[in-house]
């Protein structure tokens, strides 16, 4: 079966510098939610989106952005890198139900120098 | 007070016993919980979810619900070295965004 891809696997930026990550969503699930995880921590919830719309947001920095696209494949943007963003970026996806269920990406490791 | 808690652990099992699993939470309009498995590096992984209380139970795992004590847990039988993770309780709230609240997550050995 089908699951959510998210590209690249491996990301090394330097401060200051600008990245950008992409997902794509098992087929046919129209919303998408990036997740931050820094290490020792839990996935904190960054941004969602529903049918190309954004749908939530969470403890995204400004310098952050993200958007979902018409083929529903969502892209996170950020800039300004800092240090402290270092961590594995994980994108998930769900069909919109009563009782959906978020499926993960194997994530982008983002290493900020 | 985080929205959910868990106890990080370690919790350490030797091989074939049970392990049991336990995670609080704040919303009491939550309506949704999940059990996720987590290896080092990778990405966090579907075991259970439960939505109704009482027990739920799919091969070695029981997730267990009390929303009148806004608890969820997690029991795995014959507990394999090949459990040692973290598993993370997740929980979808009452808002309707779908979104994911995460716990800390306990991190299981089991031990041959």
């Known amino acids: 079966a089908a699951g959510v891809i998210q590209s690249p696997r491996h990301l090394i930026k330097e401060k200051r510098e600008t990245a950008t990550l992409k997902c794509y969503p098992i087929?046919?699930?129209?919303?998408v939610y990036w997740y931050q995880q820094g290490p020792g921590q839990d996935p904190q919830f960054l941004i969602s989106?529903?049918?190309?719309?954004?749908?939530d947001k969470g403890s995204i920095p400004d310098r952050f952005s993200a958007q979902q696209f018409s083929d529903y494949h969502s892209e996170l943007n950020m800039s300004s890198l800092e240090l402290g963003d270092s961590a594995l970026y994980f994108c998930a996806s769900s069909l919109t139900g009563i009782n959906e269920k978020l499926f993960f990406g194997s994530g982008t490791q983002l290493s900020v120098l | 007070q985080k929205e959910v808690e868990q106890n990080s652990g370690p919790l350490s099992v030797p091989e074939g016993a049970i392990a049991s699993l336990n995670c609080t939470y704040s919303?009491?309009?939550?309506?949704?919980f999940f059990w996720y498995r987590q290896y080092s590096g990778k990405s966090p992984e579907l075991i259970m979810f439960?939505?109704?209380?009482g027990d739920k139970e799919d091969g070695r795992f029981t997730a267990q619900l009390n929303k009148a004590s806004q608890y969820v847990s997690l029991l795995i039988r014959d507990s394999q070295p090949s459990d040692s993770a973290t598993y993370l309780c997740?929980?979808?709230?009452?808002?309707?965004?779908?979104?994911?609240?995460f716990g800390q997550g306990t991190t299981l050995q089991v031990k041959p």
């Open positions: 087929p046919r699930h129209d919303t």
């Open positions: 439960i939505y109704s209380n």
């Open positions: 919303d009491r309009g939550s309506q949704s």
């Open positions: 997740a929980v979808k709230g009452s808002s309707n965004t779908g979104k994911l609240i």
């Open positions: 989106f529903y049918e190309k719309m954004q749908s």
